[in-house]
C-alpha cells in the first residue's frame, strides 16, 4: 500500500510517497541526508500532510 503526503500543506498535490508496512509505520526516502527510513505516521507532522493510502497491487 502506498501512503502518499504533502509537503506544502493546503496545496492538493503529491509531494511524498512511500510504502506503508503497517501498525502506523511508512517506508520512505527521507532526503539525502537520513537516506532511507521508517516513520510513524502517527506523528502530528504526518497527520497534518497524509493524503491518502492507496493499494496498487491486488
Known amino acids: 500500500m502506498l501512503a502518499v503526503c504533502s509537503h506544502n500543506q493546503g496545496i492538493d498535490r ?3 510517497v512511500g ?4 501498525e502506523g509505520k511508512m517506508l ?5 541526508a537520513v537516506g532511507v527510513t521508517i516513520s510513524d505516521i502517527t506523528t ?5 500532510t497524509f493524503m491518502r493510502a ?3 497491487i491486488q
Not at 510504502?19 to 503497517?22: M, N
Not at 502530528?44 to 497534518?48: D, F, L, R, T
Open 54 to 56: 492507496q493499494r496498487v
Open 44 to 48: 502530528p507532522y504526518y497527520e497534518k
Open 14 to 16: 503529491i509531494g511524498h
Open 28 to 32: 520512505h526516502a527521507s532526503g539525502a
Open 19 to 22: 510504502i506503508y508496512l503497517g
